[in-house]
């Protein structure tokens, strides 16, 4: 009960200090709809592309709101000492972690939804295999903010933090099948893509939107799983080794 009653309120901390501010309410509704708009009137083919470019605009949305907001968060308050004052609480750090990435995670969920409720006026959508598609973007919610979280671990400014994230975001547009099909790419570089864990979340997306996917949903869950499991445990040993000891 102290456990939860701990989570909930650097939780409600978070979404006031943070994600709830005007500027961060309006970027997250802004930056979705201007990648949906972008790739729509970039890809020049018409209504009947949208549900194609849905997956990608999608996992874009998740993954540069969640690794943003993330990198600045925690870097600020590291920088501010704050997060110091939270070490001290009688809470496991892997509690205190689950909850300051809990808010990133809800921020990106919701960020995925914006694509989805445009395209809902543009393309007809009832062949979308939803049991698919909300778990997925809830998979690739926690893989992206715990993907923030390990580069925010890693950095002493936010600046930094920003940096890093572009240095693993950017390449994810091209080598994760985002708009070009992982089987697509040279030989060469595809051993890339599949290191990278959004790959998986977005082959689950292209299957249950398009019907497209290389691997099987229940591959790329288990591999979605073991991915957050090991970014999580990664970040909280970084924790200890950089920020405690």
């Keep these: 009960m102290k456990r939860w009653i701990a989570f909930s309120n650097i939780f409600a901390k978070d979404m006031r200090a943070y994600y709830l501010k005007p500027p961060n309410v309006s970027w997250g509704i802004i930056f979705p709809l201007a990648w949906t708009g972008m790739f729509f009137i970039r890809s020049g083919m018409g209504i009947e592309s949208v549900l194609e470019l849905l997956p990608g605009v999608v996992t874009i949305s998740i993954l540069f709101g969640t690794t943003s907001l993330l990198s600045v968060t925690l ?4 920088r501010n000492r704050s997060f110091e004052r939270l070490l001290l609480a009688p809470i496991s750090l892997e509690t205190l972690m689950l909850a300051k990435t809990s808010g990133a995670i809800l921020f990106g969920i919701v960020n995925a939804f914006i694509p989805i409720a445009i395209a809902a006026f543009l393309a007809d959508m009832s062949g979308i295999a ?7 973007i809830i998979l690739i919610g926690i893989v992206s903010t715990f993907l923030g979280l390990f580069i925010s671990v890693s950095a002493s400014e936010v600046f930094e933090a920003q940096t890093f994230s572009n240095f693993f975001r950017f390449p994810m547009i091209f080598l994760c099948g985002l708009f070009f099909p992982v089987m697509s790419l040279p030989v ?18 292209h299957g249950a939107v398009n019907g497209e ?5 229940t591959l790329d869950f288990i591999i979605l799983g ?11 040993r970084n924790v200890k080794r950089r920020w405690i000891l």
């Design 75 to 78: 870097t600020f308050e590291r």
């Design 130 to 136: 939803w049991s698919l598609v909300v778990p997925a």
């Design 188 to 205: 060469y570089i595809r051993p890339l893509s599949f290191i990278l864990p959004v790959t998986y979340g977005v082959d689950i997306l």
């Design 213 to 217: 996917h290389i691997l099987s949903f």
């Design 226 to 236: 073991a991915f957050c499991t090991v970014l999580f445990l990664l970040s909280l």
